[in-house]
């Protein structure tokens, strides 16, 4: 599968997280992608966003290597009209170009996509916007869970909002990218043409709101910051402690995943009472339900009960820290590891995880 895109060539003008994202899982599946770094600012910003435990002497990062593997890197300055020729020529024989130009700056630089076209008609021109092409607005990841809707969910009424530890933005808008440009790839073999394609973090964000969004548009309700529970499920999103102090979430979404939930706790009582015997009833009552199934779920090992749990079909998961989850035997089938060429060595989680198989 690593080798489905081994005759394509991609050319990565672009920086920080989401348009890089979208060059690797090129690479990841066989392109040849070469990632263009501005030689006057040293290269991609994220190399220098290094953590307190990182050599302040490299040239690279952990944040960098997360979505820069195995990418042919050239520096290069737009301003110096021998590195613009070396650019275009690769351009000239490139199959996709991605690009996160500010409005206006791939024009200044001859990078836009009409000037781009006329070298090479069937290009496939591939642009990530913060708040759309026309808008000049700097776009920051936090600045878009911002203004979307996402920090105002996210977090408690007693934290305020608070953002996701991951820049989900930037990643969703690298997905919309990646599936307009396979779409363009399709359009290009059956008519030969190439095609501009371009998504906005901002609309990327809004798109991603899914049920969130309809539950405002069609039962005016606004979504309000509950933590990990869920608005329209119940037990959903709510945390346990165990008998040896770990915590455990359940994703109870039917009424039979909560009779299986109150028989392995031994309390089939509650099915007998109105105020759970739905999803609604449970959803009104979830404080009530919480302090019930706490009293017992207190009582067990986290590993006897989720093994119970797992065995009888009852969705639940345990919390884990970022170290513990990629130290699952499953986790470690995705790292990939290289050598860079400042022979630096990177690791990284794959972001293409699909299998094809004939």
Aim: hydrophobic share 40%; aromatic share 8%.
């Amino acid at each position: 599968m690593n080798s489905i895109f081994k005759k394509l060539k991609v050319v990565e003008l672009a920086n920080v997280l989401a348009g890089p994202a979208v060059g690797m899982f090129f690479a990841e599946l066989g392109a040849e992608v070469i990632k263009v770094e501005n030689k006057a600012t040293n290269g991609d910003v994220t190399r220098t966003w290094k953590l307190p435990s990182e050599n302040p002497k490299s040239k690279s990062s952990a944040y960098y290597a997360s979505v820069n593997w195995n990418k042919k890197t050239v520096f290069a300055d737009f301003k110096n009209e021998k590195d613009k020729t070396k650019i275009l020529s690769l351009i000239k024989k490139a199959d996709i170009v991605i690009t996160n130009y500010k409005k206006g700056d791939d024009v200044k630089f001859g990078m836009d996509y009409t000037s781009l076209k006329k070298l090479n008609p069937t290009l496939i021109y591939a642009h990530i916007s913060g708040f759309g092409e026309e808008s000049s607005r700097t776009a920051f990841d936090i600045v878009l869970q911002a203004e979307t809707g996402f920090m105002f969910m996210n977090g408690t009424k007693k934290s305020g909002p608070i953002k996701m530890p991951v820049a989900l933005i930037d990643i969703l808008a690298a997905h919309q990218l990646k599936e307009g440009i396979l779409v363009a790839l399709l359009k290009k073999a059956t008519t030969g043409k190439g095609s501009k394609v371009s998504v906005s973090l901002y609309e990327s964000a809004i798109a991603s709101l899914a049920n969130q969004a309809t539950n405002w548009l069609m039962a005016n309700h606004n979504p309000q910051p509950i933590g990990s529970l869920h608005p329209n499920i119940a037990p959903y999103g709510e945390l346990f402690s165990t008998l040896n102090k770990k915590q455990i979430v359940l994703a109870i979404g039917n009424d039979k995943q909560f009779k299986q939930l109150c028989s392995i706790l031994k309390i089939t009582s509650l099915l007998k009472n109105d105020k759970f015997s739905s999803n609604s009833n449970r959803v009104k009552n979830r404080t009530t339900l919480f302090g019930l199934l706490q009293n017992e779920i207190k009582k067990y090992n986290s590993v006897v009960l989720m093994n119970q749990f797992i065995k009888e079909d009852v969705p639940s998961g345990q919390i884990k820290s970022v170290k513990e989850a990629l130290q699952n035997k499953m986790s470690n089938s995705l790292k990939l590891e290289e050598k860079d060429q400042f022979n630096g060595k990177s690791i990284r989680i794959k972001s293409s995880i699909f299998n094809i198989n004939n």
